[in-house]
């Protein structure tokens, strides 16, 4: 039942990688709560702070497809390096004014700006290096284990970001993130060369990595099984709603809401060892996004507290469960020379995708009821992927041992 942890024994880059990623993630976790506190210290106004959210989201969509494609271009090694001094850079920065007592809601909103191009163009390059240092069969359970890293430091980042900002102030927590950066850094020092395959003398671009998903069906339904959990079954938005309408409680409910989630994906990782003898990744990703819209659904009818948060535990870890499937697709049945671009267009549907999904649960919130916005979004996603299921009949089929794009 446990994640199998094959990945860190039998390769020495990977674990270095994966030890820098899970350090790196935490202090990123401090840095980004560290900055919403200091936006609302300065300002006093929750628009404020909710415009850190904007000026992160837009740089992460419009970068991260050149970003797939640079990564598809030049030595992902050399990409990641140089992106990832560039948040350390930044931290830095953050820790330097900090020091100085210069408080300006512009800076921060241009190094927050800043570190999403820097995060869209690490990301792609990271990602697609880790089908050169592990053989084919253990990217499942990689894939697994760096979905502990990101859940883990998404939980005990801001926990202890906020802990670090109440005892020492903002530039501690900066200056902790910037020397964090290091570990990550040295991992990627060294590793060898990683130019891609490249299988022809074309550049690569963004509109080829486009039109090349749009020949590969089950590499589509990947991305269009996720964007039915993202916008149609995402309640993120109105979790402040019910923890008061629902459970007669305030801003420690509104919390426990968010948290159970992250708690549920962080099991998904770690309880990710069954997911090793499953060989139909489609039907896993279908099977795990139906429970996502079920869990939400149910968590819509419920106004016990404690079940709602096992529901929503629930539905965080099927997430995962379909997450890690669907890397595992993207990095197997994917040519090397393309990887990045894909990495690129899943940053932009990870980015967007909850967003859109929140817009769509605020809307139909007003109109109608948190009821209906979170028990219709349920529904509907399960219904939507009942019919990619009976569309994508390829995609049901898709077996691990001969994967086909």
Known sequence: MFAD???????????????????????????????????????RSPFAVGLVGLFTLV??????????????????????????????????????????????????YGIVSLQAVCAA?????????????????????????????TTFGTLVGPSLGGVVVGLAGYQTAYLIDAIAFSASLYAMWRLPSMLPERTGTKRASVLDGLRFLATRPNLRMTFFSDFCAMILAHPRALFPAVAVLWFGGDAK????????????????????????????????????????GTAIALFGLTRNLWLGLLLLALAGYSDTVSMIFRNTMMQVAAPDDMRGRLQGVFIVVVAGGPRLGDFLAGSVADLTSPTVAVTGGGLACVLAIGLLALYGKGFRRYDALNPTA
């Open 253 to 292: 409910t509104t919390g426990l809401l968010v948290a159970a989630p992250a708690f549920g994906a962080l099991l998904g990782g770690v309880l990710s060892g069954w997911q090793g003898r499953i060989r139909h990744h489609g039907q896993a990703i279908l099977l795990s996004v139906a429970a996502w």
């Open 59 to 108: 740089p992460l969509v419009v970068f991260g497809l050149y970003g797939g494609a640079i990564a598809d271009t030049v030595d992902r090694r050399k990409l990641g390096l140089v992106s990832a001094t560039g948040l350390a850079v930044l931290s830095a920065a953050l820790a330097v004014a900090a020091f100085a007592g210069f408080h300006r809601v512009w800076f921060l």
């Open 121 to 149: 163009l690490n990301a792609p390059a990271r990602s697609s290096m880790i089908p050169r240092l592990l053989p084919a069969e253990q990217l499942r359970a990689a894939n697994a284990l760096n979905s502990m890293t």
């Open 5 to 43: 942890l094959t990945p860190l024994r039998t390769s020495a880059d990977y674990r270095r990688l994966w030890f820098g990623n899970t350090v790196t993630w935490i202090g990123q976790g401090m840095t980004t709560l560290a900055i919403s506190l200091q936006v609302y210290d300065i300002t």
